[in-house]
């Protein structure tokens, strides 16, 4: 999320007539965008900035900038607490930025972190930073208002608006018109995507415009048709699928365009219908598994991936027996594992203790991930012998004579170069794997 929103600030401020440069001694102006979902996201960032200060004795003229959910949280503050810091702007001010530069070269600090209800940067056309020229990702929507009872993403990114389908369309025509291969349309809750045209001009999946009288709702299935639809040589990904909103719409659609990948990222949070309830995902361990049935059912083929939380307020050692357990029944092919930490501002923060201490969050976190890797192996071992088609993306980092891309499942496969070329399918067998990595040889 965050490198897609760099990315429509490097074409705002290119638009505004700056330079995107790739090292610290070339710049005049530092901008570093920021994650506030975890402490120690924020620690890094307050080191790094402290780092940079060296630099700025040697660099007089450079200036530093924060931009993003720790700009959002923590406002002027930040500047007050980081001294060398000259700008902050949060995720809906983006447009201000080259204004608020302008302020800094003029001498003031400069600060903007008014929230919106509808800002998309659906005009926007992002500039590709360090891409790979096959795979871009999509910014569909913004905001989230599930407030989950740990999570502080309603509080820096504002309000759920869903873009303009036929900007994000669009955007993935010209992408694959410039030879990308892969995109991913990336929102909080992709499945809460939702856009009304009420007797208005709108522009067909052919590209043709026409008036429609009465109203068109595009949710996220209509959206996915469209984007699969442009060419089956376009791989479309998507991230991410809250649990409670995962329709078999979606799965119908999916099963229906072999160019949408098959991989879900799933998140579950908790095994506990207990924990499940004090996070306020909306949803129980019946439904999470009836939903992973489904995907199963629709897409035998189809990876599931997830996101944990260990030690979350109240959590017991049942509780964490039952995310062990939900590991054991889904078997997913990777996770996001994570320790609670308390973010100041949450539901949680304000009204449960963060009553498990940080050597037993450690503990069970440390379990999880034991039990993740174990079951990543095995899934890898039943891989051996056989064949995917593979979107290839470059040269592996172990040897300049291998290529590595991935498969449909997103799983990565590690292969000798022979005459593959970066940005083309290849048919690739499996012969051997770790839990990460699977390794192969050209069909
Ligand atoms: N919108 C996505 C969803 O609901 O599944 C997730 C977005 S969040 C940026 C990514 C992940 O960070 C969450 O799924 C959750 O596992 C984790 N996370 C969020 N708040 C957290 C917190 N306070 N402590 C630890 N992990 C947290
Ligand atoms: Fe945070 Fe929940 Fe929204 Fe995901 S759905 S961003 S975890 S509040």
């Not at 930025?97 to 940067?121: D, F, H, K």
């Not at 496969?413 to 051997?432: C, E, K, L, N």
């Amino acid at each position: 999320m965050n490198f897609a929103d760099s990315e429509v600030v490097g074409a705002i401020l290119t638009a505004a007539g700056h330079t995107v440069v790739t090292t610290v001694e070339e710049a005049t102006f530092l901008l570093i965008n920021t994650c506030a979902i975890r402490d120690n996201a924020e620690q890094r960032v307050r080191h790094r900035v402290r780092e940079l200060r060296a630099i700025q004795n040697r660099h007089r003229e450079l200036r530093i900038g924060i931009l993003g959910c720790m700009a959002e949280r923590l406002q002027s503050r930040l500047m007050a607490e980081e001294d060398n810091l000259s700008l902050v702007c949060g995720p809906d001010a983006y447009r201000r930025l080259p204004e608020l530069i302008e302020q800094v070269r003029n001498g003031q600090q400069a600060a903007e972190t008014e929230l919106s209800t509808t800002e998309t940067y659906a005009d926007i056309e992002p500039v590709r930073l360090g891409s790979n020229g096959i795979s871009a990702y999509i910014s569909i929507m913004r905001g989230c208002q599930n407030y989950c009872s740990y999570c502080v993403v309603p509080y820096t990114r504002g309000r759920e608006r869903s873009r303009d389908p036929q900007t994000i369309v669009a955007e993935a025509r010209s992408l694959f018109d410039r030879g990308y291969r892969e995109v991913t349309l990336l929102g909080q809750n992709v499945n809460s995507y939702e856009w009304r045209v009420e007797n208005g001009e709108w522009r067909t999946e052919s590209g043709e415009r026409r008036v429609e009288n009465g109203e068109r709702r595009v949710g996220f299935p209509e959206l996915m048709d469209m984007v699969a639809s442009i060419d089956p040589q376009l791989r479309v990904r998507f991230a991410t699928s809250h649990p409670k909103d995962l329709s078999d719409k979606l799965l119908e659609v999916m099963a229906a365009h072999q160019n949408i990948c098959r991989c879900i990222h799933l998140p579950v949070q908790s095994g506990s219908n207990r924990m499940l309830k004090a996070m306020n995902r909306k949803y129980t361990v019946e439904w999470y598994l009836d939903r992973v049935d489904a995907i199963r059912r629709f897409m035998p083929d189809c990876s599931i991936t997830t996101d944990v939380i260990a030690g979350f307020c109240g959590e017991t050692l049942d509780d964490h027996q039952a995310t062990l357990d939900l590991f054991h029944k889904v078997r997913y092919d990777y996770a996001f594992m994570f320790k609670y930490s308390e973010r100041e501002g949450t539901y949680a923060s304000r009204h449960m203790p963060d009553d498990i201490l940080d050597a037993e969050k450690t503990r069970r976190l440390n379990e999880i991930i034991a039990l993740q890797g174990q079951i990543a192996l095995e899934n890898n071992q039943k891989e051996i012998g056989r064949e995917y088609e593979v979107l290839v993306e470059g040269v592996s980092h172990r040897s300049d004579k291998q290529l590595f891309g991935r498969n449909s499942q997103n799983k990565v496969i590690v292969f000798d170069r022979g005459d593959a070329q970066p940005g083309t399918y290849r048919r690739v067998r499996v012969d051997s794997c770790t839990a990460a990595t699977l390794l192969g040889t050209l069909v």
